[in-house]
């Protein structure tokens, strides 16, 4: 996944997973806690798997990913975004998310937090 164009996605296992399916539909790639096997894991391990595979992470878990995306700023640790989303329809979810992936490339993403 090295140089990729558009933003790749890993969804926290607190996101609906019908999420992921629409925007695959839309032509992202996107995948879930559950389809990755990663039920139940903390979240900076979710964090570092997503760093791992260059993709953002997002979640519904605004406050927890706000702290490690400071911790990892304070230890130079690299990341590929994290979009943290309020808790709505997931239908207004996606609109939302669709916005911000046709407006960003996966560089300008990278290392940032967002809000939805």
């Known amino acids: 996944m090295t140089g990729a164009l558009f933003i790749a996605l890993f969804l926290n296992e607190d996101v609906p997973v019908g999420i992921a399916q629409r925007l695959r539909a839309h ?5 879930t806690a559950l389809e990755t096997g990663r039920l139940g894991l903390e979240g900076a391990e979710q964090r570092t798997y997503a760093a791992g595979q260059q993709r953002a992470i997002l979640t519904h878990n605004r406050q927890h990913f706000a702290l490690l995306h400071e ?29 911000l992936l046709d407006q960003r490339m996966a560089d300008e993403m990278r290392g940032q937090l967002r809000s939805l």
Do not use: S
């Open 27 to 31: 032509g992202y790639d996107a995948v």
């Open 71 to 99: 911790h990892w700023l304070a230890t130079r640790r690299d990341h590929y975004g994290i979009i943290a989303a309020f808790r709505r329809p997931p239908g207004e979810i996606v609109t939302r998310l669709l916005a």
